[in-house]
Every structure is written in C-alpha cells, then in structure tokens.
C-alpha cells in the first residue's frame, strides 16, 4: 500500500490519527497515540463506541473510550504503572499493511519503554472493519535475551444508551473476582444472563466461549482469542465522579467488556511471538 491509500491525519488537540472506510460505509477512527481506537461505526446501527465528550487528547494521555491498548501490565497487578505505557505512547502506522478497511501499528521497545519495562520487544496491532464486525489483533514478540512475562487487555468500551437495561450472556458457571474482595475470594456465575444494575468491576477466569451483548438498539456477538479471561466494568454512578475525564451522567452511556490476561501473566521465550484477538459482530 502507498502512504496515499491511508492517510494520517490531524484530529482532536492536533493528534495524528487515521480513518478507515470500507466500502459498505463503516467506518473506523485509530489515533497513533496508544494506537487507539476511538469510533467504530455501522451503517446499520451508528456508533458501537463509547467515546466521553471530557476525554483528554494529548501526549502521554489515555484517552477515556474507545479501546485502549493495555500491555505490559493490566491494572494495579504488577509493580509498573497501572493498565502499562503502551495505551499512553506514540506508535507508528505501518502502511504497508494497511489499507482502506484495515491498519496495522507497530511499536517496538525504546528509551522510552525501557524505563517503564526494562525488557526488549516488539509489538503489532492490526485494527479491521468489514460490514458489521470490528475484528482486533494484538501481537507481543518478545526481542529480549531472556523471558518476558506481562499481562494485557482489550479494553472495549461498549456505547449503550443504557447499560442497565441490557445483558450480556455467556458467563454461566464462571469462576469470577469482584475488584475490592481479596484476591483468592472467588464466586461462580449462576445465571446465563448478567445484568448490572450499578457499579461492577469484575474479572471472570477461563472465559473462552462467545459471549452476547444485548441492549435496547442492538445485539453484539463478542468472540476471543489468546485472551482466557473477561473483564466487565462500569464505574457506576458514585465512581464516576472521582474520573476527571469522563462526565457524571456518561455511566450509562457504556460497559466495557475486555478480552484480556488478568490471573495468568503470559510468559515467552527469547523469539517467541504471542497472539491476541477480540472481534464484534452485530447480529440479531
């Protein structure tokens, strides 16, 4: 592909960003910042997104929706910097693997990382629409002379005009962690169907299976690969208000439901190569 095929250009508070298109006419917006994904919308149903009006665009800033990139730490479950740097740095726009529909990002360790994560490696993201599914893939090759273990994370903000009104199905009999409870206080899901009438905060383990998002507007077939575990979070309407990016009333205006590696840390030998997917599909 020639850079002319998938242009870069200048968005929110001037930030690079670049825009994909596919002949159906959904469409796709990806920031370099974070390599972050900030729009995905369906001719069939609008904006699957959530993307807050107070988010922050800028250098080293995480921006609040869409879906951030989290590696090499998910949360507070290591000793760096909580969700990792890779969601709060530049990464480069490969164009010759990306095209209309798709895009493919890369960054690679530097002075930069090195301080954060002292270990050498090589990362690349491929962001791809076609009519009515978003597929994402994260690949983590490790370039150190030693192993390397680190967790990660799609983290997908869903858009719904009202997340208590809808349920997300495909968690029964999970094993699950409620964020607040110590670590080995495990519950199992019971029901098919998870709805959330507040806050939530949740991990559930070994989630391998398909899961479907259903609300008010639209249904959403979540599938995963590489990634065991779920992460279902909403900051709810008390703890909104403690995240200066994100307005008071914006809680119900999303769920994020995140493909991720929370209780077991990847580990990869020197030239190995790890492999991440999450896809969302509308369907009936």
């Not at 670049?18 to 920031?31: N, R, T």
């Not at 798709?102 to 791809?128: D, H, I, K, M």
């Not at 249904?219 to 990634?227: E, H, M, R, V």
């Amino acid at each position: 592909m020639s850079s002319a095929a998938l242009p870069i250009l200048t968005g929110q508070s001037h930030q690079p960003f670049v825009q994909l298109i596919h002949p159906c006419g959904d469409s796709a917006e990806i920031y370099l910042q974070g390599a972050h994904l900030t729009s995905w919308r369906c001719v069939q149903n609008g904006e699957q997104l959530f993307l807050s009006r107070q988010a922050v665009f800028g250098e080293g800033k995480a921006i609040r929706g869409g879906v951030p990139v989290i590696f090499p730490q998910f949360g507070a479950f290591g000793p760096g910097a909580k969700h990792g740097f890779a969601r709060n740095i530049l990464w480069q726009l490969d164009v010759q693997a990306s095209g209309a529909s798709c895009a493919e990002f890369t960054l690679g360790s530097n002075a930069q990382t090195l301080a954060a994560w002292a270990f050498n490696f090589a990362a690349r993201y491929r962001v791809e629409i076609a009519p009515g599914v978003l597929t994402l893939q994260l690949q983590i090759k490790n370039t150190a002379d030693q192993p390397i273990h680190f967790t990660s994370a799609l983290h997908t903000y869903l858009a719904s005009s009202d997340y208590r009104q809808g349920t997300l199905s495909g968690l029964a009999e999970l094993e699950y962690w409620d964020n607040g409870t110590p670590w080995d206080q495990r519950k199992i899901q019971t029901d098919n169907e998870l709805t959330i009438a507040d806050a939530l905060d949740r991990v559930y383990f070994h989630a391998l299976q398909p899961l479907l998002w259903r609300d008010q507007t639209r249904a959403l077939a979540i599938t995963a690969k590489g990634f065991k575990d779920v992460v279902v979070w909403n900051p709810g309407y008390t703890g909104v208000t403690s995240l200066p990016d994100m307005a008071d009333d914006e809680f119900q205006n999303m769920l994020c439901v995140e493909a991720a590696n929370v209780a077991e840390p990847i580990e990869l030998l020197p030239g190995d190569t790890w492999q991440g997917s999450q896809q969302l599909a509308l369907t009936d």
